[in-house]
Structure formats: structure tokens, C-alpha cells
């Protein structure tokens, strides 16, 4: 019948791809006016942070100006005035790599180990454990937030940087934890296996075998721990104490300090100043970012 | 993921066979808590015992203590890896199961400054309910003047509050941000040129704190010199986009901010699970002569279902923790018209703590219902595989 029917039509073969379909089309208008939505909001931040202040509120908000400066930035990052000081948003730059190093390297530093743990050397109830975790990863931060600043009083850190940390470790905990027992689960069991054989133990196996072979997973687990500890608001706020408040507290209270009258474009180049880390961070190394979102949400 | 590979176990043995004691254990851990700390209650130890060391043991070194007794019971091998795993049980334990009993059991007090563990202090300030009943008579968490009739167009159930506002958020994010992720995941996934760009761009945002995305959104909605001000400059005179400043739009301003965010993630997710189908369904439903629309609509997404629900899961409970969006777009304004419950528990802080806790334990409880099922999903799939 097709043979029949195609030489009764004439020209055989495939049929010459169209140039442009109304279905391409239609999906590339699609995909292009959503990139201009997503695209707007950093243009925006970026443009305002170039003019002065004049030029703000004279001129259209999506006009880029002609005589851009970088006066608002210099502004943002020394002399901003958050409320009581006017030290600008170096001084919550600063804190929050304070904040995110040490945080970033003790929660790691105890998930993979537990991690390992459940992957490798699971115990009674070392599954209890970790649904325990899972599950708390789901409960509102509110329901946790006065027993820890209970735990934290009566350590006698609360309001300090150590406070912040603690925090962030445990807060950190389920999602990396779920990260490193699933990776070391997918890796061979003939290694581990063959490490016993030889006679490693349980620190040696994890130190000498599995983590060497495992700079992506603790790529992955930096980037998530680094942006989403930078990210932070709320624990900041309460855990860390004013002196040791968080680029995002500082940039909120920048923002809302209004001194003298409101300078967006301080406000906008503080605020891009603040989304500099994890947008660099994002930027640099897409693909294992995607991949971090991805083993935190599909759960094993 | 592939469990029965663990080493260690016999893997004849079904991974889920000790999930149900696991249970019991932890209701026992939690009950024996309940039962020494109330013993406690009346000891003469509460007074003796100074603070630090009441909580290192309620929080630490019970847990720890029972968690050796069964370890004696039960016995068990892999010392190095139960000392490793200290931390992570600690915090297990000691944060997220006692935290949360201690919030939920002080939320039925009338206690004024953060107490300890001491039991006296919960006996003493035993007042039943009453914390809740004054919560859900506040205007502030919420109001519900109940129906009013609008005409023609029928009834409308109208609430403000905290909690509402909550609520409207977290439906109206779920369903924008799915959808559109949805949406967003099928196009891309149209062997489309530049696919990389374009996934780029959407994810972007969702690498950013709250806090900046609150402030951008309140600079670009703001009335004065953002959208309404440079859409009327160009000549429509008439043209308002207040939402920002407006009591009744202000939580849609926020829906809008936080979708920016957020829509990206789900559409990495779905995009995943668009991924993980198998060609031979595309093929055989082309076979078939099914239009494309219709396989996603019919075969693909019902096949995604996992990912739906983890989707959903996760977007919730990011929605009913929703916090530093609105203070960093609105800071609850105007007035209190868009304030949410993490921000009237944090500033009921030191003033009305008992109010605090019982708003916490009712989110929790709001969690659980969300949760439950989706529970109920993920282990039953489990243990029949």
C-alpha cells in the first residue's frame, strides 16, 4: 500500500526538512519569552546598579544608562550604612566566609563519614537513623529553632560563630548524608571487599580507597553546602550574633535602612554583590550543581 | 538505588526486614525520654543538677545510654562505624526527635522565657489548650470572617493572616512552578538547539538566596520608580501594577518572586524524569500514530509520577518555610497584610513564646499531613520490591 502510494505522489525519499516548522516555532517563542522573564530581573539589578541616582528616578527602569559608573558598588561594598554601622557589605562578606568555610568543612567531614557508615558498614538501626534524618529534613526550621537555641544557651555559644556553625552542620546533615550513602553504595562492592581482604580496616578503607575515589561526590556536596550556607538568612539572624551577621542579614539591613533617603542603586549593587558567590559558583560548575539538586530530590 | 548491595548484610535477607522493630525502638527511645524527664519532674535532682548538665543529659546522654542498651540486646558488630556514626545518631536523635517533642510538649504551656528541660517548669505550666485557642483567635496568625456573598459570582470564604497567607502561597507556587517547570521540561526536551543556554538560564535563579531575589522583585514591582513608573513614563498613563502596596494583591507579588526562584529547580527535576523514560514507549506510541502532546499528557506523565511527588514534597515544605522571601520583599507589609507563620514565630520570639511554639506545632502538623502519604508512597514502593 505505502509503496503504491508514494509512487502514485510522485517524488520519493524523505521529504525535505522544512527550514522552520510553526511547531519549532512555537516551542522556541516559548523557551525565549520564559529566558527573557528569567533574564530580566539580572539585567535589571545590573543596569540600576550602574546609574546614579538622578537617573533612577528620572528614567525607565529597563533603559540602560549612557554614563555608567561604578560609584553605587564602591558605595555597597565600604561606606553602606546597615543601621548602626557604615562599614558597607564587606564587613557581612567577611563573616559569611567565616560562617561557610568551617561550616561547609565539618558537615561534610560528618556526612561522608556517616554516610559511609549506612552505605558500608550499616549497624542495628543505622537505617532508623538515617530515616530519622530524612524525615527531619521535611519539619518547618521553626520546630527546631528554640530547642537549639536552648542547646546552644546552655553550651555557652549562642549568639557566637561556633553557634552558626553547629547550626549549619546539623541542618546540613540529612541531605549530605543521603548524597554520600548513595554514592558509596553505587561504588563496587569488589573494592571494599577486596580492601578487607587485605586487611584494611573501617578508617582505612574510607581514607585511602573511597576517597580518592570520590573528588565528584565531594565536589557536588561543597557546592551545594557552600551556596546553600551562603544563602542563608535565618539562622544567620538568630544563631550568629550581630557581629558575626551574614552577607544576607547585612544586605536586608542595608536595603532597609533608609538614611538619607533610598539608594536603589546601592541597594541593587549590595544586592548583586551578595548573589556574586553563588552565581560564580553556579556559572563555573553547572553540571555538578545540577547534579547536586538532582541526588538531594531523587531520593534512593 | 540499589540497597540489597549493601555490604555487610546477608543479601538473602530483605533490606526492610527491621524497619518495623527500627519503629518500635525509636517509640520506645522517645518514651522512655518522656518517662525519665518527667520522673525527673519532681526529684530533687532539678534544683541540684546545674543547667548545662540537665541538658547534656536530656538531649545527649540518654539517647546515647539507650541507644547502648540495645546495642548490648541486640549485638552488634562494626564498632568503628557505630563510633563514626556518633554525630549523626547525636543529631538524629538529640535535635530532630527530641526538638521536636520539646516544641510540641511546651506548646501546651504558659511559659514566657525559653525554659529548660526541667519538667517542674512543664507541670507548673500546664494550661492545656490554651495556647491554641488564643493562636487561632488572633487576627494575625488568622482571620476568617467567614463566608461573604459577592453577588452574583457566588460566595467567597476570604481569610487574612499569617497562616492564610501561607497557604495561598504554597498553592499557588505548587501549581505555577510545577506546571511551568513542566511545561518548561517538554519544550526543552525537543531536541531544541542551545538546549545548555536555555537550561541555564532557568536554573540560575534558583542559585540565589531568598534575599536577593526578595530585594530585585521589590526594586522591579516597586510603585514609585519600577515597572508601573516606566511602563507610565512611556505613555499608558493609566497603567498599575501596585500589587506590592496593595493589602489584597501583596501575597501574589510574592507568589511571583518566589516563582522566579524556584521554577528552575522543578524543571530540572522534571527534566530528569522526562529523561529517565524509556524510548521504546516514544517509539511505540508513534507507532501508534498518538500526536506528541498527547503521549506526555497521557503516557509520559503518568509514568513520572514519582517525580511529581517528590516534586511536590519539596516544594511544599520550601513553601511552609517560606521566611526570608517576604522579609526581604515586603517585611510583612503593608501593615501585616503579608505576614507568614516563620516570621510571626520568630517575632513572637521573646515576648509570647508559648504562642510561638503551638504556631510551630501546628505547621508541624500541617507538614505531616503532606507528609504521610507521600511516606506511605515512597516505603510501601520499597518493600514490595
Known amino acids: 500500500m505505502a509503496n503504491i502510494s508514494t509512487f502514485d505522489q510522485g517524488p520519493s525519499g524523505a521529504k525535505p526538512k522544512k527550514f522552520i516548522t510553526w511547531e519549532r516555532f512555537f516551542v522556541y517563542s ?16 545590573v543596569i540600576t546598579s550602574l546609574k546614579n541616582i538622578g537617573e533612577i528616578q528620572a528614567g525607565n527602569i529597563f533603559v540602560p544608562t549612557m554614563h555608567p559608573t561604578l560609584d553605587a558598588w564602591g558605595k555597597a561594598w565600604n561606606s553602606a550604612c546597615t543601621g548602626l554601622y557604615c562599614e558597607g557589605i564587606k564587613v557581612g562578606f567577611w ?49 527546631m529553632l528554640y530547642p537549639l537555641v536552648i542547646i546552644t544557651r546552655e553550651l555557652g555559644i549562642f549568639s557566637t560563630l561556633p553557634a552558626v556553625i553547629l547550626v549549619h552542620t546539623i541542618f546540613g546533615l540529612p541531605i549530605q548524608t543521603l548524597l554520600f550513602r548513595n554514592y ?62 551574614p552577607m544576607t542579614v547585612q544586605l536586608n539591613n542595608i536595603v532597609n535602612s533608609a538614611q538619607g533617603g533610598k539608594a536603589y542603586n546601592v541597594d541593587m549593587a549590595a544586592t548583586i554583590l551578595t548573589g556574586l558567590v553563588p552565581l560564580t559558583i553556579y556559572f563555573v560548575s ?5 547534579r547536586g539538586i538532582a541526588a538531594g530530590a531523587v531520593k534512593g | 538505588m540499589d540497597t540489597s548491595s549493601s555490604i555487610g548484610r546477608d543479601s538473602s535477607i530483605p533490606y526492610n526486614r527491621n524497619r518495623p522493630s527500627a519503629l518500635i525502638a525509636l517509640a520506645c527511645i522517645a518514651a522512655a525520654e518522656v518517662v525519665l524527664w518527667l520522673l525527673w519532674a519532681n526529684s530533687s535532682l532539678t534544683s541540684l543538677v546545674s543547667s548545662k548538665v540537665a541538658v547534656a543529659l536530656m538531649f545527649l546522654l540518654v539517647p546515647v545510654f539507650l541507644f547502648f542498651v540495645y546495642d548490648a540486646i541486640w549485638g552488634i558488630k562494626a564498632r568503628s562505624s557505630k563510633a563514626a556514626s556518633y554525630p549523626m545518631m547525636l543529631i538524629a536523635l538529640g535535635v530532630f526527635v527530641l526538638g521536636t517533642i520539646w516544641t510540641v510538649l511546651f506548646s501546651f504551656t504558659n511559659i514566657k522565657i ?13 494550661v492545656g489548650f490554651a495556647n491554641y485557642k488564643r493562636l487561632f483567635n488572633t487576627d494575625r496568625w488568622m482571620n476568617c470572617p467567614g463566608l461573604t456573598h459577592i453577588g452574583r459570582a457566588g460566595w467567597k470564604l476570604s481569610c487574612t493572616g499569617a497562616l492564610p497567607n501561607m497557604v495561598t502561597y504554597a498553592v499557588l507556587s505548587i501549581v505555577i512552578s510545577v506546571s511551568l517547570g513542566f511545561l518548561l521540561a517538554v519544550m526543552i526536551d525537543q531536541k531544541i538547539k542551545a538546549e545548555g543556554v536555555f537550561r541555564t538560564i532557568y536554573l540560575y535563579p534558583f542559585a540565589l538566596s531568598f534575599v536577593v531575589t526578595g530585594h530585585v522583585w521589590a526594586w522591579i514591582m516597586s510603585p514609585e520608580y519600577g515597572l508601573q513608573h516606566s511602563i ?27 516563582i522566579w526562584q524556584g521554577t528552575g529547580f522543578v524543571m ?49 515544605s520550601g513553601a511552609v518555610r517560606i521566611y526570608d522571601l517576604v522579609v526581604a520583599t515586603t517585611d510583612g507589609g ?52
Open chain 1, 30 to 45: 516559548v523557551l525565549i519569552v520564559c529566558a527573557l522573564f528569567f533574564l530580566m530581573p539580572l539585567y535589571i539589578m
Open chain 1, 95 to 143: 563573616n559569611s566566609i567565616k560562617i561557610t568555610v568551617p561550616s561547609t568543612i565539618v558537615s561534610i567531614a560528618v556526612a561522608s563519614v556517616s554516610g559511609y557508615s549506612l552505605a558500608n558498614w550499616p549497624f542495628k538501626f543505622s537505617e532508623m537513623f538515617f530515616t530519622i534524618l530524612l524525615l527531619g529534613s521535611f519539619i518547618p526550621y521553626v520546630v
Open chain 1, 184 to 245: 558509596f553504595a553505587s561504588l563496587p562492592q569488589e573494592l571494599f571487599k577486596a580492601a578487607r581482604v587485605d586487611g584494611a580496616g573501617y578508617w582505612q578503607i574510607f581514607l585511602q580507597v573511597f576517597v580518592p575515589m570520590s573528588v565528584p561526590i565531594f565536589t557536588v556536596s561543597v557546592i551545594l553546602q557552600v551556596t546553600g550556607i551562603w544563602n542563608d538568612f535565618l539562622f544567620g539572624v538568630i544563631y550568629a550574633g550581630p557581629t558575626n551577621y
Open chain 1, 286 to 290: 553547572g553540571k555538578y550543581f545540577v
Open chain 2, 114 to 126: 525559653l525554659p529548660l528541660f526541667t519538667p517542674g517548669q512543664w507541670i507548673d505550666g500546664y
Open chain 2, 232 to 258: 507610565r513614563l512611556l505613555g499608558w498613563t493609566s497603567f498599575t501594577f501596585d500589587w506590592i502596596a496593595n493589602r489584597d494583591m501583596v501575597m501574589y507579588a510574592i507568589v511571583i518572586a518566589g
Open chain 2, 268 to 316: 530540572a527535576l522534571m527534566l530528569a524524569g522526562l529523561r529517565g523514560i524509556d524510548d521504546d514507549i516514544w517509539k511505540a506510541a508513534r507507532v501508534d500514530g498518538i500526536p506528541a502532546w498527547r503521549t506526555y499528557i497521557q503516557i509520559v506523565l503518568p509514568m513520572m509520577k514519582p517525580v511529581l511527588v517528590t516534586t511536590f514534597v519539596i516544594v511544599t
Open chain 2, 334 to 385: 503593608p501593615g501585616i497584610s503579608s505576614d507568614v507563620p516563620t516570621r510571626y514565630i520568630y517575632q513572637n520570639f521573646s515576648a509570647n513564646l508559648g504562642q510561638s511554639l503551638s504556631a510551630s506545632t501546628v505547621l508541624l502538623v500541617g507538614m505531616a499531613v503532606v507528609l504521610i502519604p507521600w511516606i506511605r508512597i515512597e516505603f510501601g514502593k520499597k518493600s514490595q520490591g
